[in-house]
């Protein structure tokens, strides 16, 4: 899975890839400190999973979140932050869930076993389909049966 990790505060952010790393270590793992910055590296790879801030200056998580969904409506958005009165705009969104801060492995481990969209990323390509049935039923069948 392609993990992008988002918080303007340094020591957060840290927090939150090593305990992605502990959690999950064969995963590719983007940080960044810019909401901004982590916007073009959705546009240029396929983020599985965005572990977001919500208070960010540029560019708030719940926003990003928007965005990353626009690009990749099967993006698990998991949100870190100490603000939990935005817990009804996350909820809106859909995300796969919320941690508090400071994020720990174990939690970590967690929200990653539970993601709303699990792994699309092993291999296999995602494939849409619409089919139409047209039934006919044949009135004199239920006819023929009825007293």
Request: net charge negative.
């Amino acid at each position: 899975m392609k993990i992008l990790a988002v918080d303007d505060d340094a020591v957060s952010l840290e927090t939150v890839e090593n305990a992605v790393r502990s959690a999950a270590p064969e995963n590719e793992i983007y940080g960044f400190d810019s909401a901004l910055a982590a916007l073009a590296k959705a546009r240029e790879e396929r983020i599985d999973v965005a572990f977001l801030d919500i208070r960010m200056p540029e560019l708030s998580g719940i926003d990003l979140g928007r965005y990353l969904r626009e690009l990749n409506p099967y993006t698990n958005l998991i949100y870190v932050s100490e603000h939990k009165e935005f817990g009804c705009e996350v909820m809106a969104l859909r995300a796969s869930g919320y941690l508090e801060k400071p994020a720990s492995k174990q939690k970590v481990r967690e929200e990653l076993d539970a993601l709303r969209f699990p792994d699309q990323s092993k291999g296999r390509k995602r494939a849409f389909g619409k089919s139409l049935y047209i039934f006919e039923v044949n009135l004199l069948f239920f006819l023929r049966i009825s007293p």
